[in-house]
């Protein structure tokens, strides 16, 4: 393991990766070639007024990184190719698919270097908005354009007058419309260095058409590596109907609620009767409100009543039995490391952060051990403690949970993938480990996971 490190650095090329070899076995290896290719590359953005922005990272033939459609329960398969000039992989975040289709150098498949490609194959279990991204580099590589939106239908879900799918995103750009420090240090050990221009889509502050009076599903991603989003919808009524991809046993009225880096959520906007009335998405958190992106009502009014619209569709999750869970403790803390192991991809060279007292920098390999071990189907609960100052998105792969029992939180009962966890909180995620493999559990504030607040667990 060592010497991979030592021989690798600097040398980032397919063949001279002795280390993969070494690693190969480790892996179940890619799946049949895809018909379907997806391609991850270089392009100039046209983010801001001025000049495009040079050095932006995309995935497709478009601009923007496709919305990637999949049916609940339907084969899903797709050739990811590397036209970029480093290693990349696409993590298909909040799905709950095979260890192998995870995309985690190290942990789940090897790095798929720039000429190369992989093929994900797999069958998404549950319904609702995920997203997608790289797990190499991520600082650079989301924080310059490679995240998208992943729609799972569910045939059994109302239908709405309209779909609209935001992704919610900042860039750190200079007065010039080019890319400036990614991060500073000093801020990479507080909140996380944050964005200069914000965007849905890609476009500041874009304007969608919707008919009049009709009933809109919004689906939201907050796919920025930092931001954390307090959103509010003014001059229309929008209700709360999914929450990270899963439906909220009860629906709420959208209020200045706090979405982190890497969460969802789906809303049902109704829309004003009047022709040409305009609605607003607004991040309310920070000094400096933000309208992200607006919505005109469009034609003559439908009329709907949000009380007419059915549940959303459940999605097939097993309930934890608390009467037999077993709990483990997770701590959050700073780092009292100074230096982090040499990187092979991306490291951002410090040590800020840590979970139960381990830095883990996930992309300076060799995996610490797992931070627990998990029995199949057995349910456990997680206690974690953010004595920290500041709030942290937990992400955990492969598997959902409950959060429950948090000393700071109002929590309305659903499933969840990533959860915000604020200062000096504890919450509980309860959750059975109905998924083999290795899992990483980290802060999505990809500073944070960058500089330590990373970790994973083990269900065999
Ligand atoms: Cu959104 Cu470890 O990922
Ligand atoms: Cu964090």
Not at 87 to 104: E, F, K, S
Not at 131 to 153: D, F, K, M, S
Request: glycine share 10%; hydrophobic share 40%.
């Amino acid at each position: 393991m060592l010497k991979r490190r030592t021989l690798l650095k600097g040398a980032l090329v397919a063949g001279a990766y002795a280390g993969g070899l070494a690693l190969a076995g480790r892996f179940s290896g890619a799946a049949a070639r895809s018909t379907t290719t997806l391609a991850a590359r270089p392009t100039e953005a046209l983010i801001t007024d001025g000049a495009p922005t040079r050095g932006a990272m995309t995935y497709g033939d478009g601009e923007v990184p496709p919305v990637l459609r999949m049916t609940r329960g339907a084969p899903f398969s797709l050739r990811l190719d590397n036209a970029l000039d480093e290693p990349t992989t696409v993590h298909w975040h909040g799905l709950r698919i095979d260890n192998g289709m995870d995309g985690v150098p190290f942990l789940t498949q090897p790095y798929v270097y720039p000429g190369d490609g992989f093929d994900y194959a797999f069958t998404p279990p549950d319904a609702g908005t995920f997203w997608y991204h790289p797990h190499c580099n991520t600082l650079t590589q989301i924080g310059r354009g490679l995240a998208g939106v992943v729609v799972v239908e569910d045939p059994a879900d109302p239908a709405f007058d309209a779909e609209i799918v935001l992704n919610l995103r900042d860039w750190r750009l200079g007065g010039d419309g080019q890319f400036i420090a990614q991060f500073k240090p000093r801020d990479a050990a507080r909140a996380g260095t944050f964005g200069t221009v914000r965007t849905a889509n890609w476009r500041q502050s874009p304007q969608y058409d919707a008919p009049a009076g009709g009933l809109v599903r919004l689906r939201l991603a907050a796919t920025d590596v930092t931001r954390i989003l307090s959103l509010v919808v003014e001059g229309a009524q929008a209700q709360v109907i999914a929450l990270d991809g899963n439906p909220v046993a009860e629906r709420f009225a959208l209020d200045r609620l706090l979405v982190g880096p890497g969460q969802r959520l789906d809303l049902c906007l109704r829309m004003p009767d009047a022709e040409g009335a305009v609605a607003a998405l607004r991040d309310l958190r920070g000094t400096k409100p933000a309208t992200l992106a607006t919505f005109r009502a469009v034609g003559s009014p439908l009329k709907r009543d949000v009380r007419d619209l059915s549940a959303l569709a459940a999605n097939p999750l097993a309930e934890p039995d608390l009467s037999a869970a077993t709990e483990i403790p997770f701590v959050l803390s700073a780092s009292a490391e100074e230096r982090p192991k040499d990187g092979i991809c991306g490291s951002l060279g410090y040590n800020f952060w840590a979970i139960n007292k381990v830095p883990w920098a996930d992309d300076t390999g060799d995996p610490t051990a797992p931070l627990a071990e998990m029995k199949a189907g057995r349910t456990y609960v997680f206690n974690v403690e953010n004595p920290t100052p500041q709030a942290h998105p937990l992400h955990l792969h492969g598997l959902v949970f409950r959060p429950m029992n948090s000393s700071k939180q109002v929590l309305r009962p659903h499933f969840s993938d990533t959860y915000l966890i604020l200062p000096d909180e504890k919450v509980q995620l309860a959750l059975v480990a109905d998924n083999v493999g290795d899992w990483v559990f980290h802060c999505h504030i990809i500073e944070h996971q960058k500089t330590g607040m990373t970790s994973y667990v083990r269900v065999t």
